[in-house]
């Protein structure tokens, strides 16, 4: 099989029921982990592998971990970055329940790199909201140049950093602002 065979079998729809929403908020659509996993193991076997890049990064303004890591796909590599929320104060301080936050990213960073491969679309498609499209092109257009663009604040035309990058991921903001110039309504009440 060549790569673009294995693309077209990893892409192919999910059987139905296979969505999840998070409890939270019913309009979050997403495919659970084990799901992506089992795809990948049964339409790729050995030419798939995931690593973590770096350590796991704690974001104490939003009580967030972050994960970031690379799937790789027959020399097809493309980074996803997934977060979890812990209990403040609670949480870090307990291995275990910090060590599931980290998992819980992990899970959610595999996701993101499995969506930037287009795996789950079709089945996701009817639940992307208008805001989901417009990130969906952001996705299709990342999946070609990766994550190597440079973007800057907008304030300040700082290079944004890998903990400015994820802190408007954690936020879900789209424009490009430095944690420091991050416009305070943007930021997400938890
Ligand atoms: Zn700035």
Redesign the pocket.
């Known amino acids: 099989m060549n790569y673009k065979e294995i693309a077209q079998a990893l892409q192919a729809p999910f059987p139905n029921g296979t969505v999840q929403f998070s409890s939270s908020n019913q309009r979050q659509a997403h495919i659970p982990v084990q799901v992506y996993i089992s795809r990948l193991e049964k339409v790729a076997g050995e030419h798939w592998s995931w690593s973590i890049i770096g350590e796991p990064i704690i974001v104490e303004a939003d009580s967030a971990v972050i994960v970031r890591g690379e799937l790789s796909i027959l020399g097809a590599k493309r980074s996803g970055m997934g977060f979890s929320h812990y209990v403040r104060g609670k949480d870090i301080k307990n291995v275990s329940a910090f060590k599931n936050a980290v998992n819980a990213a992990e899970s959610d960073a595999i996701r993101s790199a499995c969506d930037k491969f287009l795996i789950g679309w079709s089945d996701l498609a009817p639940y992307r909201d208008c805001e989901s499209d417009e990130s969906i092109e952001i996705n299709r257009s990342e999946a070609v140049r990766e994550t190597d663009v440079e973007r800057v604040?907008q304030?300040?035309a700082?290079k944004l950093t890998d903990v400015d990058q994820l802190f408007l991921e954690v936020n879900r903001i789209k424009l490009p602002?430095?944690t420091?110039?991050v416009p305070k309504h943007l930021i997400k009440k938890i």
């Open positions: 604040c304030r300040c700082k602002y430095c420091e110039h």
